[in-house]
């Protein structure tokens, strides 16, 4: 076994912008923690959407072992692309005449299979940071990147329509979905986030929860299982948490092979009411309208064509169905 004094060769993205401005504002103390702890650093803020990805890749094809992630569960997701070749959609999957979106038999290309992803979560939410247990400060969550132990954890990739309409695909590292949950994502992402992530996410909630309408979709789990009902959500787990710290999948296993799937039924507004504070607990799946599945692929189309029905992917908004997630086992090293 490798010593775990010697550290990877670390290039650090931060997001100036995470947790409402902090990470730029305690950039100073961060550097200084990261270079007591990480002797070979570099390091580069991201400038606008999409950046990550771009300093990841440039990073791993100049020879940096371990790329780490500084914010929030957007800016991860960003960094987890940049680990792989940018999928070209119509490689991965197809958009078929009768609405469903399949996939191909195309896999990820990682530009260095031996890298490592570091995580620093300093942004909103956070939430895959409760899966991976990182629920520390910034000195203990950077003392944890040091040394070379690691978890191969399973990633998930999604094909989707995005808002120009046309095919597109991308990875994600914790949960993605559909239904009033990519509702909420476009109220939280286009709001101040001083309040924190859970308030923030509440109060999304709330504004979404006043304008949804459940949405009749079909849903095709493996191409073995189909089902067609009113929804509020469909999700596609691989990390427990979600939503600022909703506990929507217990027992989610980031490197168990398979998505726990979960479905929340055709859920009156009372009945919404009263099981939303059950999510940060977990008791929601004792609800008989809440179902859970173990897939590796799930494929999900509305009945009505011209009801958009939003996505939420690692806590972002890129589209709306039809839409295709399928998981990729072990497939990114993650430092613990």
Not at 116 to 138: A, Q
Not at 256 to 272: C, I, N, R, W
């Amino acid at each position: 076994m490798t010593s775990p004094s010697i550290n990877h060769r670390t290039f650090v993205i931060a997001n100036p912008a995470a947790g409402a401005g902090t990470v730029g504002e305690d950039w100073p103390l961060i550097e200084r923690l990261l270079r007591a702890n990480l002797p070979e650093l570099d390091f580069a803020f991201t400038e606008g959407p999409g950046h990550a990805t771009l300093l990841t890749r440039e990073a791993l094809r100049a020879g940096w072992e371990m790329v780490v992630s500084v914010g929030g569960d957007g800016t991860l997701n960003e960094v987890l692309n940049g680990f792989f070749e940018d999928p070209e959609p119509d490689e991965h999957f197809q958009h078929q005449s009768d609405g469903w979106i399949t996939k191909t038999d195309a896999t990820p290309q990682p530009i260095n299979p031996d890298a490592v992803l570091g995580v620093l979560p300093l942004g909103t939410g956070g939430d895959y940071r409760r899966s991976l247990g990182l629920m520390g400060g910034i000195a203990e969550n950077i003392e944890h990147l040091r040394g070379r132990h690691t978890r191969t954890v399973d990633i998930g990739q999604l094909g989707y329509i995005d808002h120009q309409d046309e095919l597109a695909s991308r990875y994600f590292i914790n949960i993605s979905c559909a239904g009033m949950s990519g509702l909420v994502d476009r109220y939280a992402n286009s709001t101040w986030k001083g309040l924190g992530g859970t308030m923030s996410f509440i109060l999304a909630t709330v504004r979404a929860f006043l304008h949804w309408q459940n949405v009749e979709v079909e849903v095709r789990l493996d191409d073995t299982t189909e089902v067609r009902d009113h929804l509020v959500d469909v999700i596609a787990a691989i990390g427990e948490y979600f939503g600022g710290g909703m506990w929507i999948a217990p027992g989610a296993e980031l490197d168990d092979k398979a998505f726990q799937v979960v479905t929340m039924g055709d859920l009156s507004k009372t009945e919404m009411l009263k099981i939303f504070p059950q999510v940060y607990q977990g008791k929601h799946v004792g609800s008989r309208k809440v179902t859970r599945y173990r897939a590796h692929q799930v494929a999900v189309r509305p009945v009505d064509a011209d009801r958009e029905v939003l996505i939420d992917c690692d806590g972002e908004q890129p589209g709306k169905l039809p839409a295709m997630w399928k998981l990729h086992p072990a497939a990114v090293k993650i430092k613990i």
